[in-house]
């Protein structure tokens, strides 16, 4: 006996651009979807960007399907705007994105005679021709297009990264430590002094140089601290705990119980 209920159905890409069409029809389209403009749903593209990133970290890739697809839905949102605007569709950007892709590739798509090129040449020749591109749109600094919307310690590193691809940069990892040491001083002098400016500067000078150690560590400075940012929530969480089980309340604890319920959460973490 057949079943009543009707099987999920197989969305393909088409219908995807269908339904976000009709999410903006002037006449029967949802309200939300309607009053939106490109920059309205920027707050949204990176906080689905994040949840992405979340999920890989977590490794929760049952929900990164999800993800994936809220992010999706940001570019055919984007893609639907301009094409109401006469600009390009979502059939545009797949082209501009396969040529790119096939044009900084020359060792995979043109000249597959290169594909044994070393992974430090493949990074050379993507450099040379991004910035190919960056001239050809008249912009004539390697920093020039480093995006202002991206988090600052992602744009910093960003920045540090095309410094360094035409020789800027610190010549070893032990040189970039000296400079922390060096900024991480003259913070302290600026404490000193009182400078609430000047605080405000080396502490700054300090941030930027981390990002660069991360760098020349080769680790993603973000990622460093998100893990950083996940790893504190975790401890803190346990203290919670260790002050709820405690029967007092926080402003009963010295800074010292606090510290020991701390060191607690830590060596939890490392018998695990």
């Not at 545009?92 to 590739?105: D, F, G, M, P, Q």
């Not at 007092?248 to 119980?257: L, M, N």
Request: some cysteine; proline content about 4%.
């Amino acid at each position: 006996m057949a079943s009543d209920e009707q099987a999920p159905k197989n969305y393909q890409l088409d219908d995807l651009l269908g339904i976000m069409a009709r999410l903006r029809d002037p006449d029967t389209g949802c309200p939300w979807d309607k009053k939106q403009s490109y920059a309205s749903i920027v707050p949204s593209t990176l906080e689905e960007a994040y949840e992405v990133a979340d999920a890989i970290e977590r490794e929760d890739f049952h929900h990164l399907k999800e993800e994936l697809g809220d992010l999706l839905f940001q570019v055919i949102f984007y893609s639907q705007l301009a094409k109401e605007d006469g600009l390009f569709d979502f059939s545009s950007v797949v082209t501009a994105l396969s040529s790119k892709l096939v044009e900084r590739h020359p060792h995979v798509f043109i000249d597959t005679d290169a594909q044994a090129l070393e992974e430090t040449a493949i990074k050379d020749n993507w450099e040379a021709r991004k910035s190919q591109e960056r001239a050809a749109k008249g912009l004539n600094s390697v920093l020039a297009d480093v995006p202002l919307g991206l988090p600052s310690m992602a744009r910093a590193q960003k920045l540090q990264k095309r410094a360094a691809s035409v020789g800027f940069d610190w010549p070893t990892t032990k040189s970039v430590m000296d400079k922390v040491e060096e900024e991480k001083a003259e913070l302290e002098e600026a404490l000193l002094e009182q400078d609430p400016n000047a605080i405000e500067e080396e502490l700054g000078d300090l941030m930027f140089c981390l990002v660069n150690l991360s760098r020349h560590l080769k680790l993603d400075a973000e990622s460093v601290l998100r893990k950083a940012n996940q790893k504190f929530e975790r401890r803190f969480c346990d203290v919670e705990g260790s002050v709820k089980e405690s029967k007092q309340s926080w402003s009963d604890h010295s800074p010292s119980q606090l510290e020991e319920y701390w060191q607690q959460a830590k060596r939890k973490e490392k018998a695990i």
